[in-house]
């Protein structure tokens, strides 16, 4: 944000998170939504930077959209997150650590759908009248952790060896977007299925290990 300031740069996009909304019993997640009860340092951090963010806007006249990325998945996914991990996991036969019962839920949201979501939010802050909005940008359609694990079996096409552990404390129960907000300003509406993602994710993986990428 200083750095902003400092080189005039009025409009500004932060990647949020919905890990802020913390263990809401209340879904979907609203932007309204109470977030004062954040379970783990990621979530606190992402708290304390749209907090920031808004005292910017006050302060200094920026144009800001705080955006609630909700757990993204697709091709050029980080190798460490689960989607990339269990599909290498069932792929070579190893074990795949299911933490807690698997009725956890998450909301996963492709990639592409992400960059619409963020192309349109540029537009919404180069409005001539610096503005200061929370946006969700997820899928809208959760999907619990062991359907997860049986879908990505079903399109790496091996079965998925499951080795079950406690639930992690910093892990919340569920994660759904309420996309009202995120369609009136932005014109935001998510396109690509869970399954379909899966293809793609697991497509690319496959040619990267193809060219050794």
């Known amino acids: ?101 698997g009725t956890t839920s998450r909301d996963y949201t492709y990639i592409d759908d992400i960059i619409a979501g963020v192309m349109a939010s540029g537009e919404w802050v180069g409005h001539e009248t610096p503005r200061f909005g929370v946006f969700n940008l997820g899928g809208s359609s959760p999907i619990t952790l062991a359907e997860m694990i049986g879908r990505i079996a079903m399109v790496v096409g091996k079965p998925a060896n499951i080795e079950r552990h406690p639930m992690q404390p910093g892990d919340v129960n569920r994660t759904f977007a309420d996309l009202t907000h995120s369609q009136r300003e932005l014109g935001y509406a998510p396109k690509t299925s869970f399954d379909e993602g899966l293809r793609q994710q697991w497509a690319w993986m496959q040619a990267q290990a193809t060219t050794g990428g």
């Open 1 to 101: 944000l200083d750095g902003a300031r400092a080189a005039s740069c009025r409009d500004v996009l932060f990647a949020s998170s919905s890990s802020v909304y913390g263990n809401s019993m209340r879904v979907p997640f609203t932007e309204d939504d109470p977030v004062d009860r954040p379970i783990s340092p990621y979530a606190a951090t992402k708290r304390a930077g749209e907090l920031l963010a808004h005292s910017y806007h006050h302060l200094f006249g920026l144009s800001v959209a705080c955006l609630r990325f909700f757990t993204v998945f697709g091709p050029r996914q980080r190798p460490d997150l689960a989607i990339s991990l269990f599909m290498r996991a069932i792929a070579q036969g190893d074990t795949v650590p299911m933490f807690g019962d």
